[in-house]
C-alpha cells in the first residue's frame, strides 16, 4: 500500500449513493484508511446504479480500486458454477495466528437440497415426491 498526505488518518464511511463514497475513495487515494459501513439490506444503493458492467454496478466497480480493499482482500476472486469468474467478499476480519482464507463461492441455488433434507430425515423417496410436486 502506497502512503500519502493522510497516511495515518482513519475515516468511518456511512454515506451512501456516489458523492459520500466518491469522496471517501478520494480519501483513501490520499493515503487514509477508509472503513466502509453499509446498510445491513442491500448495501450501498450505488450497487444498483446503472451503468453495469459484466453484471456489476460501474460505480460500485469503483471501491475495487481503492489500496487499501486490494491491500486487506476484501474482495477476492472466486470460479462459481454459473456466473464464472467473480468477486466475492473476502474474510473481513484479519487474524495473525490463524488467517482465513474463501474456499468457496456460495452455493448455487438448491445445490444442498436434498443433502440438507436427508439430514432432516426424509429418505431418497420422500425427497423425489417432493421435487415431483414442485414443493423443492
Wanted: with cysteine.
Amino acid at each position: 500500500m502506497t502512503t500519502g498526505a493522510l497516511d495515518g488518518l482513519r475515516v468511518l464511511d456511512l454515506s451512501n449513493q456516489l458523492s459520500g463514497p466518491y469522496c471517501a475513495m478520494l480519501l483513501g487515494d490520499l493515503g487514509a484508511e477508509v472503513i466502509k459501513v453499509e446498510h445491513p439490506v442491500g448495501g450501498d444503493n450505488a450497487r444498483q446504479g446503472a451503468p453495469h458492467v459484466h453484471g456489476e454496478s460501474a460505480p460500485f466497480m469503483t471501491v475495487f480500486t481503492d489500496p487499501h480493499v486490494k491491500a486487506r482482500e476484501m474482495a477476492v476472486e472466486v470460479d462459481h458454477a454459473r456466473a464464472g469468474r467473480t468477486r466475492v467478499l473476502g474474510i473481513p476480519f484479519k487474524l495473525s495466528q490463524t488467517p482465513g482464507a474463501v474456499r468457496r463461492p456460495a452455493p448455487t441455488l438448491g445445490q444442498h437440497t436434498d443433502e440438507i433434507l436427508g439430514q432432516l430425515g426424509y429418505d431418497t423417496a420422500a425427497i423425489a415426491d417432493l421435487r415431483a410436486r414442485r414443493v423443492v
